[in-house]
């Protein structure tokens, strides 16, 4: 494969701005997944992803814009689900479960009775860099950057409501304000990048770069930074790949990070393995 | 002429309850500067429960609780409920102490040096970089000590810090207890541990849903107190000028074989 072929896409419009969402949104989602999986949360990706699609629909049928319907939607079922987990009514993987495939299900129930939605729904569930505008563009490096500021400027509290909710509430934290921040940074990441990486697939991007990092680091700052790392680098060669290898984007940024999970599962070893074990206990209690 | 010292908190019949069923009833309670109490009762009596009164942490269905102005408290949770996998090194869990109206991520240098210096005086210097994991049992129950004196409390609240750990970390855990409460920090512990934590305390508290006693472990460590205390009868024996307590095992254990065979 020659430069010229590697640089050949780039000619076009709609690839640089695929590039451009795909390499931020592999970020983003590196970003926020560390919270994700060390919430024991894994899950709500996948259920958010979902309750999104559901207010595409919706949105698509009543006229609205799609970020604003599906946006108002999935803050609304983030932070539905903040709120049961917190009550401790059912466990957080029960009420993603409830509250975003019912809100899955009402979208297809709306897309069966009122025709198909405006936007593509191959597109929307697998992912597709075909048709991503200059706004949308704008709107991912504007979620991009805003989930960053919160990430720094809320980094301890984050840190020590992610750890130790208990303690940090004891200690001053307003820790009902910083779940609900952190809801809405998540929905917010998932809408912006729906489009390119698909309901279906864009779990595996909040997931499989913190996994990663935790692989290589036991300090939380350093996880933060490797996965961020991992999630950018990830959706940059993926998308460069799903233009070679003319398969879908999303499918094509996860089976990168699914390589690099193996490749790196292979180098850490049994280490490795001893802290992934972080990743499977749900931490705040 | 002895003066009667500062009360930092104190629950004027205090009830608290989960649902309908009430864990914590009608307890009067004052903790005073320089205190060092020991909390014990049975599992369910509502020691946390009191100890969360206390922190302010679930809010009473009858009864005040009063904290007097500008007291500020330090919480060591049970180690149990840690998550010892969770990627955080020793440094990155005492900083979480200065977590309130700070805006940078990074710690500065006074927040390092003060951090340095909090391990230091707990005898676990240079784990910083240490995961919790990589530590015993002992430096485990300090890093949390060191991040709840971080935010330098007036009293320390910890629950069950003994608890799963051995004789030896036991020691360690109570005699820097004892350091801390001689320098002037009050203390409020919850302990299952009646031989090894509560009877080395200079005031119990026993409590089973409701205060049953209160004073000096010669005071509180009699056979009617933990017997209505624990439900249970218990001798107390004196040895050594201390008070140990011994359970009557076989009485009971005795009809429970000869209805299992």
């Known amino acids: ?285 | 002429m002895t003066q009667e010292r500062r009360t930092l908190i104190e629950l004027d019949r205090v009830t608290c309850a989960y649902g309908r069923r009430p864990v914590l009833s009608n307890a009067t309670l004052a903790v005073r500067v320089g205190d060092f109490s020991g909390i014990v009762g049975p599992s369910g009596s509502g020691k946390t429960t009191l100890l969360r009164a206390l922190l302010g942490s679930v809010q009473p269905i009858a009864g005040s609780v009063r904290r007097e102005r500008g007291v500020t408290l330090g919480y060591v949770p049970q180690v149990e409920t840690v998550n010892w996998d969770f990627p955080v090194t020793v440094s990155e869990v005492v900083i979480m102490a200065r977590t309130r109206g700070r805006i940078l991520p990074w710690a500065s240098r006074n927040e390092r040096d003060d951090v340095e210096e909090v391990l230091d005086r707990l005898g676990i210097a240079g784990l910083g970089r240490r995961h919790i994991r990589e530590l015993s049992g002992g430096q485990q129950q300090r890093v949390f000590i060191a991040r709840a004196l971080l935010a330098k409390p007036d009293l320390l609240l910890l629950d069950e810090p003994t608890s799963g750990v051995d004789v030896r970390t036991r020691h360690e855990v109570l005699h820097l207890l004892g350091d801390l409460n001689a320098e002037g920090l009050a203390i409020v512990l919850t302990t299952h541990d009646l031989n090894g934590i509560a009877s080395h305390l200079p005031h119990l508290v026993c409590l089973n849903t409701e205060i049953i006693a209160e004073g000096e472990p010669r005071r509180v460590l009699t056979s009617d107190v933990l017997e209505r205390t624990y439900g249970e009868p218990m001798d107390v024996l004196e040895h050594g000028g201390m008070q140990i307590i011994i359970d009557r095992y076989e009485h009971n254990v005795i009809p429970i074989r000869r209805s299992a065979s």
């Open chain 1, 1 to 285: 494969m020659t430069v010229s072929r590697l640089l050949e896409p780039y000619k076009f419009e709609f690839f640089f701005h695929g590039v451009i969402v795909a390499t931020l949104a592999g970020g983003l989602c590196g970003l926020i997944g560390v919270y994700v999986v060390l919430r024991g949360m894994s899950y709500i990706g996948h259920g958010l992803s979902h309750a999104i699609f559901g207010g595409a629909a919706a949105s698509a049928v009543l006229g609205l814009n799609f970020y604003v319907g599906a946006g108002i939607w999935g803050f609304a079922s983030a932070l539905m689900i903040g709120r049961v987990t917190r009550r401790r009514l059912i466990g957080s993987d029960a009420a993603i479960g409830v509250i975003t495939t019912a809100s899955f299900a009402l979208g297809l129930a709306l897309i069966g009775l009122f025709g198909s939605a405006s936007k593509s729904i191959d597109a929307t569930l697998f992912g597709s860099i075909l048709g991503i505008s200059t706004t949308e563009v704008w709107v991912v490096v504007g979620v991009t950057a805003g989930a960053g500021l919160v990430v720094f400027f809320r980094y301890r509290s984050l840190l020590f409501t992610t750890f130790d909710a208990e303690v940090a509430e004891v200690s001053g934290v307003n820790t009902a304000r910083v779940d609900a921040l952190l809801m809405l940074v998540l929905a917010g990441s998932i809408l912006a990048t729906m489009q390119v990486l698909g309901v279906i697939l864009i779990a595996a991007t909040l997931v499989i770069p913190a996994v990663i990092a935790r692989m290589f680091t036991n300090s939380f700052s350093r996880m933060l930074w490797l996965s961020t790392i991992i999630g950018t680098a990830c959706g940059f060669v993926g998308m460069n790949l799903s233009y070679q290898l003319d398969i879908s984007s999303g499918a094509t940024i996860v089976l990168v990070g699914a390589a690099l999970f193996l490749v790196v599962f292979l180098i850490t070893g049994p280490a490795g393995l001893r802290r992934l074990a972080a990743t499977d206990a749900h931490a705040p209690s």
